[in-house]
């Protein structure tokens, strides 16, 4: 009887260890994975940036350095034109045109959305000041915008963006 017991209490223990070993495991995997996540996920910080790397190359006022923030394939919804532009030539072409009123743009709100390590969103408003070019008048533009960023190649491109006026209040 002694030995019956002394192994129960045996087998008893050992299925206690595994148990509490399997749960450690998995615990410890489960902290791994969302610690790979942290590492793996692009930063809202990382993500802000690129409005203002996209903005720097607005001041460049060379359609080619804007265009060189999206992707081949992307897609412009722009706000000063019905055309929508899926290539690079669009692209530079709408560029080429907007730049004429010497656009400078600044965030009003953000909502930033990280979606994983290499696809991003942001999302809200801005504002942009554009010069009439015949007249020389400054005037701001309230906008709303969307961004849809890849990471292709090491490099934040632009995949879908959309900017339209925003809406008067009513």
């Not at 804007?66 to 030539?89: G, K, N």
């Not at 999302?123 to 942009?128: D, Q």
């Amino acid at each position: 009887m002694k030995s019956t017991f002394r192994t129960r209490a045996v087998l008893g223990t050992a299925a206690v260890v595994v148990a509490v070993g399997t749960f450690t495991a998995g615990v410890g995997a489960a902290q791994a994975g969302e610690e790979r996540n942290r590492r793996g996920k692009a930063s809202e910080r990382e993500i802000a940036a690129l409005f203002d790397q996209w903005n720097a190359a607005l001041q460049t006022s060379d359609a080619g350095k804007v265009a060189d923030r999206y992707a081949p394939d992307a897609v412009l919804l722009p706000t000063a034109s019905p055309v929508i532009r899926t290539d690079r030539a669009g692209i530079v072409d709408y560029f080429e045109h907007f730049l004429a009123k010497k656009p400078r743009g600044e965030k009003v709100r953000s909502v930033i959305n990280v979606l994983g390590a290499t696809s991003a969103i942001d999302a809200g408003l801005y504002r942009f000041y554009l010069t009439d070019p015949k007249a020389g008048e400054t005037k701001p533009v309230e906008a709303r915008y969307s961004y849809e960023y890849e990471k292709r190649g090491g490099k934040w491109l632009i995949v879908n963006h959309h900017s339209s006026v925003l809406p008067a209040v009513g």
